[in-house]
């Protein structure tokens, strides 16, 4: 390769990282997604997929999403100072609640128990705090 291609592809790179919000801000986004359902239980109830996430630009993120199915509506949005921290909290708690879980930020929600997972996981959650502890 030549010194004067990988000097440009390393300037690239380079204003790339600095350009980027998500490497360079902590606080941003924590979101809740109700996705679509397909499947209906034998009782006539859905077991709901959900995602949790973090973003700094929620608005630009549900745009770009592109997950296994649309999400079918926003359950909770709140803002936090530190976005992987509280993500990380909320996964952790979710765990908890011996949910059926699909990759990393992906739970399976029986319809009934969707009211109390949502109030769960929000529940003592301020804005701007910082990081905070759920308790299962």
């Given at each position: 390769?030549?010194?004067?291609?990988?000097?440009?592809?390393i300037?690239r790179t380079?204003?790339?990282?600095?350009?980027n919000?998500r490497?360079?801000q902590?606080?941003g986004?924590?979101y809740l997604l109700?996705?679509k359902?397909?499947?209906r239980?034998?009782?006539?109830?859905?077991n709901r997929w959900v995602?949790?996430g973090?973003?700094?630009?929620f608005?630009?993120?549900?745009?770009?999403?592109k997950?296994?199915?649309?999400?079918?509506?926003?359950?909770?949005?709140?803002?936090?100072h530190?976005?992987v921290?509280?993500?990380n909290?909320?996964?952790?708690?979710?765990?908890?609640?011996?949910l059926?879980?699909?990759?990393?930020?992906?739970?399976?929600?029986p319809e009934q128990?969707?009211?109390?997972i949502?109030?769960?996981?929000?529940?003592?959650?301020?804005?701007?705090?910082?990081?905070?502890?759920?308790s299962p």
């Amino acid at each position: 390769m030549l010194k004067v291609v990988a000097d440009e592809f390393i300037r690239r790179t380079l204003q790339k990282t600095k350009n980027n919000k998500r490497a360079n801000q902590d606080h941003g986004w924590l979101y809740l997604l109700k996705l679509k359902s397909l499947v209906r239980n034998k009782d006539g109830t859905y077991n709901r997929w959900v995602k949790i996430g973090e973003c700094t630009e929620f608005v630009a993120r549900l745009k770009q999403y592109k997950g296994p199915d649309e999400p079918e509506e926003v359950l909770c949005l709140v803002p936090v100072h530190n976005r992987v921290a509280s993500h990380n909290s909320t996964i952790d708690f979710l765990i908890s609640k011996n949910l059926v879980r699909a990759r990393r930020e992906y739970f399976q929600v029986p319809e009934q128990l969707l009211d109390e997972i949502v109030e769960g996981v929000f529940q003592n959650h301020h804005s701007f705090t910082g990081n905070y502890v759920l308790s299962p």
